[in-house]
């Protein structure tokens, strides 16, 4: 069965600080989805990869797909106390029945 | 704003106490989903909805069943919670089930189990 690892598990930086996590398939993935968890709360979309060497940005998030499509990263750029939570990577591996498996999350802290 | 809204948000039941968790959505989704979420892990799906079909997962214990008696609505009836099925619950819901549906989330029901 395919898993998904990310790395950090956990991250603390400092506002105004880059940091990028890590998202890496034992299968190839056939669309990747970056959403970000509020603690306690649902899972919010941020963005979904399908083609190897995609790159999507949102404000100040940039995601990446690799081109062997096992991997992916996720980029803040200037990270402020907004973008804390925690991160999850999820991807289909039904064979395009939408049925998500996700990583076990980044717990992102950001230090004013 | 349309949106998938779950009752409620927090819930308390005792060990072998039958309870029933709600998600409504107004997106008219074809698909709702069902994740559990336990402590400081990845969301886990227990089964979904395309329409009226029930589709359960392999691993899904028969403690945990599920009912859609309509487009909006969709029920996880836990038949007799164990101490083990405290967790976050999740609904979610996408247009169609293929690939690269994007699934939005409601905001969760934490179960605490005494």
């Known amino acids: 069965s395919q898993e998904l690892e990310q790395s950090p598990q956990s991250l603390i930086v400092q506002e105004g600080k880059n940091l990028t996590i890590n998202c890496t398939s034992s299968?190839?993935?056939?669309?990747l989805y970056w959403y970000k968890q509020k603690y306690g709360e649902g899972l919010i979309f941020l963005m979904m990869?399908?083609?190897?060497?995609e790159e999507k940005s949102h404000e100040k998030i940039t995601a990446k797909l690799d081109e062997k499509k096992q991997q992916s990263s996720l980029h803040i750029t200037a990270s402020q106390p907004s973008h804390a939570g925690i991160y999850l990577c999820g991807a289909d591996p039904s064979g395009g029945y939408n049925k998500l498996i996700f990583g076990a999350g980044t717990r992102l802290a950001v230090h004013p | 704003d349309a949106m998938v809204i779950q009752n409620p948000r927090y819930q308390v039941t005792q060990f072998g106490k039958p309870v029933t968790l709600s998600c409504s959505q107004t997106l008219n989704h074809n698909v709702m989903y069902w994740y559990q979420q336990k402590s400081s892990q990845a969301p886990k799906l227990l089964f979904h909805y395309y329409d009226k079909d029930f589709n359960n997962e392999a691993d899904t214990p028969d403690n945990f069943q599920s009912r859609r008696p309509n487009t909006s609505f969709c029920f996880l009836d836990i038949r007799s919670p164990g101490l083990g099925d405290a967790a976050m619950y999740l609904c979610?819901?996408?247009?169609?089930?293929?690939?690269?549906?994007?699934?939005?989330f409601g905001p969760g029901t934490r179960l605490t189990v005494l």
């Open positions: 990869l399908q083609k190897g060497g």
């Open positions: 979610a819901t996408s247009r169609d089930s293929g690939s690269y549906n994007e699934q939005f």
């Open positions: 299968k190839t993935l056939y669309g």
